[in-house]
């Protein structure tokens, strides 16, 4: 048999991107590749791109010309860019980086076998279509055998809000969400391969409207049924919308034992005008409320949260609303970044904050997010949770997994417990990990 060609695959951006890699991994298994942690042994190299942020895209561009020396001792070397930056920038990439072989958008990664054979020829390839089918269903059946308990499920992509900084509908184009017969069928088969936990991913996760028995399914309903799985230990879901937050999913988070206290709700911002300036349709206090309404299901309920500091119209005041949002909810844990204008969305047209005030914010909504982070952590110490080990640890002798917060915990436990749920006993809080110990007696 002839050798394996090896594929290397270097995976950008959310948690989308990472189940897109994988997906794209099988593809190419059909085609003859498998795949390499080395970009030195790789006859095809793939950037999976994220666009929502100026530095990711200039990062893909240097890393590119770092090709350079690989594809001079290798002239065979193939090389793509897919995700999101592909889907934006199309053809431009082949202008500017001409050793690029293949340019395919998130939404045509089922075409990828037919651009291989195409580029084999030597010709370019370049998908950036919208096709109206499910992009999974043509991807090949057979799955590779899991390496870990978990596993990301995509259930929706695309998104309809249009937020004013945001490429994502752009690039991932209208929601779309995938049917729930399906998707169950998916998880059982995750579940037979070892998975005991799914993250449940879109980019408006909670906006699944997809077709199941009898009618629509909600994102509630898909959750309810996908926990009568049996083996099925945990189900999580990001990322969430506030404004569609409906009823039976806060409900959900009280009455359904499998859905984990963790809960990704980007705010944004904690101004009003703000808020309606980057089209968001709420306000900071519908958002509070709403927190309110889901800690009332779950009182342990872990938040986290996105925020963008120095969106154009931002000024000290509006940033002051942030912060006392902020110290309102208090997270668990949260992402912030600085506004970065991004071509095509309506918000890179008007006048922006002075970079150097952007980042002075920045860093103060970071100190701030960072003292309540440790504050939760910190606030674990002494508890019991109950840890699906993932792994080996850090050290000889330990397992590392997460708690139903999300929470890294490593513990000194019997390799054979790794891919299992046991109750640990929190003993001490590290920068980003917490440490502890078996409770005897199991789960
Ligand atoms: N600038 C800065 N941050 C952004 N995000 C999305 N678009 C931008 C942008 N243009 C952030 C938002 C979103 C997260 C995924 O990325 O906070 O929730
Ligand atoms: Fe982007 Fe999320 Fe807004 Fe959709 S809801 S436009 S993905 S920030």
């Known amino acids: 048999m002839a050798e394996a060609k090896k594929l290397f695959i270097k995976t950008y951006g959310c948690q989308m991107n990472v189940y897109d890699s994988e997906r794209m991994v099988e593809a190419m298994g059909a085609q003859g590749y498998e795949q390499t942690e080395r970009a030195e042994d790789a006859d095809m190299i793939l950037l999976n791109t994220c666009h929502i942020r100026e530095k990711a895209a200039e990062k893909v561009y240097s890393e590119l010309g770092r090709m350079k020396p690989l594809k001079a001792a290798k002239p065979d070397l193939k090389i793509g860019v897919a995700g999101c930056v592909a889907q934006a920038e199309g053809e431009e990439i082949m202008r500017r980086q001409p050793l690029v072989d293949l340019v395919v958008g998130p939404q045509s990664y089922h075409r990828l076998p037919q651009m291989e054979e195409k580029i084999r020829t030597g010709a370019k390839a370049l998908e950036t279509d919208f096709p109206q089918e499910d992009k999974f269903l043509h991807l090949p059946k057979e799955r590779l055998p899991k390496k870990g308990p978990t596993a990301f499920l995509t259930v929706q992509e695309g998104c309809d809000k249009f937020c004013a900084f945001c490429v994502v509908p752009y690039t991932r184009g209208a929601e779309v969400s995938r049917p729930a017969e399906r998707l169950l069928g998916e998880a059982r088969a995750l579940v037979e391969r070892g998975v005991r936990e799914i993250t449940l991913l879109g980019q408006n996760v909670n906006a699944y409207h997809g077709e199941g028995e009898g009618g629509t399914w909600g994102l509630a309903r898909l959750i309810r049924t996908m926990a009568k799985i049996d083996g099925l230990e945990r189900i999580r879901f990001t990322t969430s919308h506030p404004n569609d937050m409906e009823d039976d999913l806060i409900a959900a988070h009280g009455d359904c034992e499998k859905l984990m206290p963790y809960l990704h709700l980007p705010v944004q911002s904690g101004s009003d005008k703000i808020l309606k300036l980057m089209n968001r349709k709420h306000t900071a206090e519908s958002y509070l409320r709403l927190i309110e309404r889901i800690r009332g299901a779950r009182p342990d309920l872990m938040l986290s949260g996105d925020f963008i500091v120095g969106f154009p119209g931002e000024t000290e005041a509006d940033f002051q609303d942030t912060l006392a949002l902020v110290e309102a909810v208090g997270y668990g844990q949260a992402y912030s970044f600085k506004y970065s204008a991004r071509p095509g969305t309506p918000a890179a047209e008007r006048p922006g904050v002075d970079a150097a005030e952007a980042d002075d914010r920045l860093q103060r909504l970071q100190a701030l997010l960072g003292r309540q982070q ?48 046991q109750k640990v006993r929190i003993t001490n809080s590290s920068s980003n990990s917490l440490g502890g110990t078996l409770v005897s007696g199991a789960a």
């Open 374 to 421: 440790k504050a939760a952590q910190d606030a674990m110490v002494g508890r019991e949770v109950k840890v699906l080990f993932e792994k080996a640890g850090r050290l000889e002798g330990q397992l590392v997994g997460k708690s139903e917060y999300l929470h890294a915990v490593h513990c000194d436990a019997p390799a054979e417990m790794s891919g299992t749920i």
